[in-house]
């Protein structure tokens, strides 16, 4: 889904506050600082609502593919005119 470290790293890449993240995803910074610290399991469909925000402010999440998670800026697609 979204670990605590992806969502600290993902708000590092956009240059985000928790303040910032939680305005965008509509929940409140107590949220977020839960989310990232990782001391409680917050309800899938925070995590849901956190990763999508993350994700359209152009943010991709690398889920374990055996080399770790990981956050990377999403690849800009642009079209080839003919």
Known sequence: MISPAQCRAAR????W????LAREAGVGVVTIRQV???VNQPRRATLVV???TLER???ELI???GGGVGVRFREVR???RA
């Not at 506050?17 to 910032?20: A, F, K």
């Open 36 to 38: 990232e610290a990782g």
């Open 17 to 20: 506050s928790q303040q910032d």
């Open 57 to 59: 402010a152009g943010v």
């Open 78 to 80: 642009r079209e080839r």
């Open 12 to 15: 590092g890449l956009l240059d």
């Open 50 to 52: 956190v990763r999508h």
């Open 63 to 65: 889920d374990d593919n």
